[in-house]
C-alpha cells in the first residue's frame, strides 16, 4: 500500500514525511513508497486486508478471463448486452466484457486460437496482460445421453 493509498483510506495525517505517516499517537512507515510497518495492529490489520482484496480481485480477474476464453462463440453472439462484438481488419473477431474489476477482450484468430487480455489504458492498442489462451470454440457439444 501507497503512502497516498494509506491518505486516502485514513485521511489527512497529522504528520507526513517520505518515510512516516503519523495520526495522533500512531505511526505508518514506509520503505520505497510501499508500508512496511506500524505502530497499532489495526493500521496493520487494514494493510494486510487490502493486500488479501488485490489478491482476490486477481483471482476473480483470472476466472473472468478463463470464462471468457473457453465460451463458445455462438453464446458470446447470442448475448451483445453482455459481450459487444468486433471484426478487426487482420481478419480476428474480438470480444469487449466489462466485469465488475476489469475490461476484457477476447480475439479468436482464424487459425482458431483465441486469446483473452486484460485492458490497459497505456498498452499499445490498450491490449493488457494475456490471461488466457487455448482453442476456439465455435458450438459448445451437446452432452450425448446413453440408453
Not at 505511526?27 to 494486510?48: D, R
Not at 498498452?123 to 493488457?128: D, L, S, T
Amino acid at each position: 500500500m501507497t503512502q497516498k493509498e494509506v491518505i486516502d483510506k485514513l485521511g489527512k495525517p497529522s504528520f507526513k514525511s517520505d518515510g512516516v505517516l503519523i495520526y495522533g499517537k500512531d505511526n505508518i512507515y514506509f520503505a520505497n513508497g510501499k508500508v512496511t510497518g506500524g505502530s497499532t495492529k489495526s493500521l496493520l490489520n487494514q494493510v494486510q486486508q487490502h493486500k488479501k482484496e488485490q489478491k482476490d480481485t486477481k483471482v476473480f480477474i483470472q476466472g473472468a478471463a478463463d470464462r471468457l476464453g473457453t465460451e463458445a462463440t455462438e453464446h458470446l453472439s447470442a448475448h451483445p448486452e453482455t459481450y459487444q462484438e468486433f471484426n478487426l481488419d487482420t481478419g480476428e473477431q474480438a470480444y469487449v466484457y466489462k466485469s465488475q474489476y476489469a475490461l476484457l477482450i477476447r480475439i479468436d484468430s482464424p487459425n482458431r486460437v483465441t486469446n483473452v487480455y486484460q485492458y490497459s489504458q497505456s498498452a499499445k492498442y490498450h491490449i493488457g496482460k494475456r490471461l488466457f489462451t487455448g482453442r476456439t470454440i465455435f458450438q459448445k457439444q451437446k452432452p450425448t445421453v446413453q440408453y
